[in-house]
């Protein structure tokens, strides 16, 4: 059975910075994509980021400049540096991996929260 296990979450200062990781236990065949979405309260979950297996990376453009993803494929590992951190950066982050025959899997979030 393969789980996801978000860490690195927590309470921060307006321009502070945080690193999440994620890291998958059990076998994951053919990993495609390793990605990061997030939720705030009231809201529809939203990409943050993602990394292909080739390296590509792709970021909504109110992170762009601030977070950085990067993976370990062979860790099955994917991690998200975020610094600059805003309070409308606050919200519950999820990390997500999808292979190439179409499986998705989610981690069960962390809680990202910036005061002003």
């Known amino acids: 059975q393969v789980q996801l296990v978000e860490s690195g979450g927590g309470l921060v200062q307006a321009g502070g910075s945080l690193r999440l990781s994620c890291a998958a236990s059990?076998?994951?065949?053919?990993?495609?994509?390793m990605g990061w979405y997030r939720q705030a309260p009231g809201k529809q979950r939203e990409l943050v980021a993602h990394?292909?297996?080739?390296?590509?990376?792709n970021y909504t453009d109110s992170v762009k400049g601030r977070f950085t993803i990067s993976g370990d494929n062979a860790k099955k590992s994917v991690y998200l540096q975020m610094n600059s951190l805003k309070p409308e950066d606050t919200a519950v982050y999820y990390c997500?991996?999808?292979?190439?025959?179409?499986?998705?899997?989610w981690g069960q979030g962390t809680q990202v929260t910036v005061s002003s």
């Open positions: 990394i292909t297996a080739g390296g590509s990376t």
């Open positions: 997500r991996f999808r292979t190439t025959n179409g499986l998705n899997y």
């Open positions: 059990g076998n994951i065949f053919r990993l495609n994509i």
